[in-house]
Nanobody
C-alpha cells in the first residue's frame, strides 16, 4: 500500500513558477515509478510527467516539455514537479500517482495509487 499526499499548489501569474510535492507513505516507495497527471474543468485527466523508480528515466507530455521537471528523493519518500514558465492553460488539479511499472508510464490505467490532488491556477 502507498498513500500519496500532494502539496504546493496555488495561484500564480503567467510566466511564474511553482513546485509541487508528493509525499508517500510506506516503505516500498522506491519500488514504484511515479507520475504526475492533471485535470482541468470539463476535461479528462491527462499525463504530465513520469519518473522511474531510480529517478534515472523521465518522460514528459509535449505540452510541458522544457518547462516542467519531475524528480524524486527516495530517502524522503517524495516526488516533485518543478513547473516554470507557467501558462493559463496549465490551470488544473494536479495528481501524483504510483505505478509498479518501474520505468514509469504515461497511461492513467497503469497507476495503482493516487493522491487527492492539488489545485494550480495560472492567471493571465
Amino acid at each position: 500500500q502507498v498513500q500519496l499526499v500532494e502539496s504546493g499548489g496555488g495561484l500564480v501569474q503567467a510566466g511564474g513558477s511553482l513546485r509541487l510535492s508528493c509525499a508517500a507513505s510506506g516503505r516500498t516507495f522506491s519500488s514504484y515509478a511515479m507520475g504526475w497527471f492533471r485535470q482541468a474543468p470539463g476535461k479528462e485527466r491527462g499525463f504530465v510527467a513520469t519518473i522511474s523508480w531510480s529517478g534515472g528515466t523521465t518522460s514528459y507530455a509535449d505540452s510541458v516539455k522544457g518547462r516542467f521537471t519531475i524528480s524524486r528523493d527516495n530517502a524522503k519518500n517524495t516526488v516533485y514537479l518543478q513547473m516554470n514558465s507557467l501558462k493559463p492553460e496549465d490551470t488544473a488539479v494536479y495528481y501524483c500517482a504510483a505505478t509498479p511499472y518501474i520505468t514509469g508510464s504515461s497511461r492513467l490505467y497503469d497507476y495503482d495509487y493516487w493522491g487527492q490532488g492539488t489545485q494550480v491556477t495560472v492567471s493571465s
